[in-house]
């Protein structure tokens, strides 16, 4: 099962949907990508995407494009609206890669 999103549309939360149906509700990790691996950043983190994985169906994150988005799986498509998106970056990125304040929403 893949998890197909854009960023800052609802990844996470779908992760841990899916992860808790499979479970029966399982809250036992500490962070969702540990369950529920992100395909893009699995190498980094020393995680195996061949390894078993606490319950099936096996599910996996990714942010990966149709052309890179791995075949012959089941997936769910999340899709939120696109201001909304806008929205979520902005404040995500704020006091990381920029000052609170320092660029608006529309020059964003």
Do not use: N
């Amino acid at each position: 099962m893949f998890i197909v999103t854009t960023p800052k549309a609802g990844t996470t939360w779908m992760q841990q949907i899916c992860h808790q149906l499979r479970t029966g509700g399982s809250m036992d990790f500490e962070e969702i990508s540990a369950v529920v691996p992100w395909i893009e950043l699995a190498h980094d983190l020393g995680q195996d995407l061949q390894a078993p994985q606490v319950a099936e169906p096996r599910c996996f994150k990714t942010h990966c494009w149709y052309d890179h988005c791995p075949k012959g799986g089941r997936y769910i498509v999340v899709v939120r609206d696109p201001a909304d998106v806008a929205l979520s970056f902005h404040k995500f990125f704020e006091d990381w890669f920029f000052q609170p304040g320092e660029v608006g929403l529309a020059e964003f």
